[in-house]
């Protein structure tokens, strides 16, 4: 069974840093992308990024472009997600998924997420 | 840039069908196929629920339907259970930046 768990969510000030990791088990980790999506209080959901099976190949929403890196370790089935310059509006549930296919662009299994509160 | 609308909510009895749409704003975003639906049920996490558009994963209830006409892409529950009472939200892929969109979402009540 395929099983995701984030952590590293945190209550920071603006303009802090902070890093999520999602912890990755029952499949092959390093033969699939992963992505990050979230989702404000209240809100719909946001994608954020996405890196490929290799991490030679990222990609990420204007939004966090610039301030946020994703990463892999695949040695230890692992996704990051390196927040920098943190905004208030950054504030959010930080859920892992790992993409169905690559050309699928489908997200067949979600961690249970992380909150992210950027707050003074 | 393009955009995923959705309706804001939309509401049935048990035993009814429902049809959510999901139209694109300004770029060709539907016609890539590759729309997505999830179900999120409140404090949980999303569901994958159709994939490429008309596609259901395995073991998913085939009360759950997915389709594209033109632009815009649809999901259907036929026979609603008052279990499929959720959140709903389309999403494809972009094709460029941003690469993935989701819809606003659609709050399904079941009456």
Not at chain 1, 31 to 36: D, E, H, L
Not at chain 1, 64 to 92: H, P
Request: hydrophobic share 30%; net charge neutral.
């Amino acid at each position: 069974e395929v099983h995701l768990l984030e952590s590293g969510g945190d209550l920071v000030q603006p303009g802090g840093s902070l890093r999520l990791s999602c912890s990755a088990s029952g499949f092959t980790f390093s033969n699939y992308a992963v992505t990050w999506v979230r989702q404000a209080p209240g809100k719909g959901l946001e994608w954020v990024s996405t890196v490929i099976k290799t991490g030679d190949s990222t990609h990420y929403a204007d939004s966090v472009k610039g301030r946020f890196t994703i990463s892999r370790d695949n040695s230890k089935n692992t996704l990051y997600l390196q927040m920098n310059s943190l905004r208030v509006e950054d504030t959010a549930v930080y859920y892992c998924a790992k993409l169905q296919g690559i050309h699928t662009w489908s997200f067949d299994s979600w961690g249970q997420g992380t909150l992210v509160t950027v707050s003074s | 840039q393009s955009a995923l609308t959705q309706p804001a909510s939309v509401s049935a009895s048990p035993g009814q069908s429902i049809t959510i749409s999901c139209s694109e704003t300004s770029s060709d975003v539907v016609s890539y196929n590759l729309v997505s639906w999830y179900q999120q049920h409140p404090g949980k996490a999303p569901k994958l629920i159709i994939y490429e558009g008309d596609k259901r994963p395995s073991g998913l209830s085939n009360r759950f339907s997915g389709s594209k006409s033109g632009n815009a892409a649809s999901l259907t529950i036929s026979g609603l259970q008052a279990e499929d009472e959720a959140d709903y939200y389309c999403c494809s892929y972009a094709g460029g930046r941003p690469s993935v969109l989701f819809g606003g979402g659609t709050k399904l009540t079941v009456l």
